[in-house]
């Protein structure tokens, strides 16, 4: 009981922090199932996206989060409050995998952030499908999730944020229904290129077309 009202505390904080910031926007939340597992799956730029998010959802969400976060005292803290969990970015993590669909199958929405990490060029880029692959597995919807102006707030790589002149938007899109797929050779892939159409359309941003780049490697 005494989490559950630390973490509304949380979010009434963070809420009350983005008005000030320039406001926060939340659109089509209906398009979250209310029960069963769930994948949630936003576009990433900047490090206050999970804020906006964790703001936003309408539901009780676990979010995987990079592992470099939990090392730091007071946000490792805050953040494992918030049900996060670590995963060792641009890595076969076995356990936070096995995490992940532990909380799907028992029926928990999952957020993960499919580009890996966020990017100072402010636009999509292309997804790993292991995030796909996990919903094929566990035979549950993935909602697109756009998140739109959060550079204006905290540009990548910042590290104070700033008044932005346009409100912060967290767009919650219609459901991918995968069931097509299931069993099917290429399924994850297939499925990494739905969603990355979807995202596209839901920002009004051009589809990526280079390779993934792990984001260790990334100039």
């Known amino acids: 009981m005494f989490a559950e009202l630390l973490r509304v505390l949380v979010k009434v904080i963070v809420w009350i922090i983005f008005q000030g910031l320039g406001g926060l926007r939340?659109?089509?939340?209906?398009?979250?199932?209310r029960r069963g597992g769930v994948m949630l799956c936003p576009n990433h730029v900047c490090d206050i996206d999970p804020a906006a998010l964790y703001v936003a959802m309408p539901r009780r969400a676990h979010y995987m989060a990079k592992a470099e976060l939990f090392d730091m005292r007071f946000l490792g803290g805050l953040i494992r409050l918030c049900r996060a969990f670590p995963i060792k970015r641009d890595t076969a993590d076995r356990s936070a995998l096995r995490r992940a669909e532990e909380l799907l199958r028992a029926g928990e929405a999952v957020v993960i952030f499919p580009e890996g990490g966020g990017n100072d060029e402010n636009t999509l880029q292309p997804l790993q499908p292991?995030?796909?692959?996990?919903?094929?597995?566990?035979?549950?919807?993935?909602?697109?999730?756009?998140?739109?102006?959060?550079?204006?707030?905290?540009?990548?790589?910042?590290?104070?944020?700033?008044?932005?002149?346009?409100?912060?938007?967290?767009?919650?899109?219609?459901p991918l229904d995968l069931s097509d797929l299931y069993g099917k050779k290429g399924a994850?892939?297939?499925?990494?290129?739905?969603?990355?159409?979807?995202?596209?359309?839901?920002?009004?941003?051009?589809?990526?077309?280079?390779?993934?780049?792990?984001?260790?490697?990334?100039?």
């Open 26 to 33: 939340i659109k089509s939340k209906s398009q979250v199932p």
């Open 130 to 174: 292991g995030a796909l692959l996990l919903a094929l597995r566990t035979k549950v919807p993935v909602v697109p999730i756009a998140l739109k102006n959060t550079a204006l707030v905290l540009p990548y790589g910042a590290v104070r944020p700033q008044r932005s002149p346009r409100a912060v938007e967290v767009i919650f899109g219609e």
């Open 188 to 219: 994850a892939l297939e499925a990494t290129r739905r969603l990355t159409e979807r995202l596209a359309q839901m920002l009004d941003q051009p589809i990526p077309t280079k390779p993934y780049i792990p984001h260790d490697e990334r100039e």
